[in-house]
């Protein structure tokens, strides 16, 4: 299902973390009411109605400005972001499939998920590691915020619906 990049009024997406994307059809309900203008169009993608037919928009710039929201919030994938999907423990890289959550403090020992005390860790480590606290990550965990965690997003592949969403991710 192909989806439309929403972009701020400032040209910049609402948000990197998720990227701030919307379904198609509710890009066709913001070209309808006018809430934003369009930039690039699916060239081969029309959409038609009884009366109306239009192209379905790749990226939308919005007319009004929405404040960006700079909350992190606690998660398995942002943890893997921090940590830039490599191992706490050997260093070695992982993927999305292949990463695993570990807690620092296990939580049979009182450790909680909080950014402090979990860590992206390869499953042999983690497996390795099992229940021992004494065995402690090379780099000690932390809580970042939002900007860091965006720079590190930007290092990393993005899933491209269109290809004109390159030049407005940076």
């Not at 910049?12 to 203008?37: D, F, G, H, R």
């Not at 993608?45 to 939308?60: F, G």
């Not at 965990?141 to 940076?170: A, C, I, T």
Request: glycine share 2%; charged share 25%.
């Amino acid at each position: 299902m192909a989806t439309t990049l929403i972009l701020n009024s400032d040209a910049q997406p609402l948000s990197m973390l998720p990227l701030s994307t919307i379904s198609w059809q509710e890009s066709i309900c913001y070209l309808v009411n006018e809430k934003a203008v369009v930039l690039e169009w699916y060239e081969d993608w029309i959409v038609r109605s009884e009366r109306w037919q239009t192209r379905v928009p790749a990226v939308m710039i919005l007319k009004n400005y929405q404040k960006k929201k700079t909350m992190m919030r606690f998660s398995k994938h942002n943890v893997f972001l921090r940590d830039e999907y490599v191992c706490q423990y050997c260093g070695v890289e992982t993927t999305k499939k292949t990463a695993t959550l570990d807690h620092v403090l296990p939580i049979s020992h009182g450790g909680a998920n909080t950014w402090e005390n979990c860590v992206c860790a390869c499953s042999r480590c983690n497996i390795n590691k099992g229940n021992d606290k004494k065995i402690v990550p090379k780099n000690k965990p932390y809580k970042p915020n939002y900007f860091q965690l965006v720079e590190k997003r930007r290092k990393m592949e993005w899933d491209l619906r269109h290809p004109s969403w390159v030049s407005y991710l940076g």
